[in-house]
């Protein structure tokens, strides 16, 4: 062989064979790395994904709130308009009621004082009708 001034190699077989061992690892170890890299960027394009899901959701739920909310201040200007114009209609329903019950209750009292005086004046019986009886009625009692 011609020397062309390389001189003596620097290394030996062992070392080349250390080398190409080391490099061999590192090209495995860079393989890995990559396969990882790809699993970590889907991870991050579905937790994206995701993320814009749920954002969406929140906006439909805040929509949603925004429109209950609308519906329930309707209400509750409906319940005072409500209350500011039946509540005297209501005042005057309870003391019709109130007066209807205190006539009435004057009416039942009257009509047993007037059934006293049918038995007493003409020997009227209300259970029932005698063959001799001369005063005709039907036997009624206010409840």
């Given at each position: 062989?011609?020397?062309?001034?390389?001189?003596?190699?620097?290394?030996?077989?062992?070392?080349?064979?250390?080398?190409?061992?080391?490099?061999?690892?590192?090209?495995?170890?860079?393989?890995?790395?990559?396969?990882?890299?790809?699993?970590?960027?889907?991870?991050?394009?579905?937790?994206?994904?995701?993320?814009?899901?749920?954002?969406?959701?929140?906006?439909?739920?805040?929509?949603?709130?925004?429109?209950?909310?609308?519906?329930?201040?309707?209400?509750?200007?409906?319940?005072?308009?409500?209350?500011?114009?039946?509540?005297?209609?209501?005042?005057?329903?309870?003391?019709?009621?109130?007066?209807?019950?205190?006539?009435?209750?004057?009416?039942?009292?009257?009509h047993a004082k007037g059934i006293i005086l049918l038995i007493e004046d003409f020997a009227y019986h209300p259970a029932f009708k005698r063959w001799s009886d001369t005063f005709t009625a039907i036997p009624f009692k206010p409840a």
């Open positions: 062989m011609a020397d062309r001034g390389l001189g003596k190699p620097v290394t030996g077989p062992l070392q080349n064979a250390a080398a190409v061992q080391t490099a061999s690892g590192i090209a495995g170890t860079i393989g890995n790395l990559e396969r990882k890299l790809k699993e970590i960027e889907a991870d991050i394009r579905a937790d994206l994904q995701g993320k814009q899901e749920y954002e969406n959701m929140i906006d439909r739920l805040k929509r949603k709130k925004a429109d209950h909310e609308k519906i329930i201040a309707q209400k509750e200007k409906y319940i005072k308009e409500f209350d500011a114009d039946i509540k005297p209609f209501v005042q005057k329903y309870q003391g019709l009621v109130t007066e209807i019950n205190s006539l009435y209750g004057d009416a039942k009292e009257k």
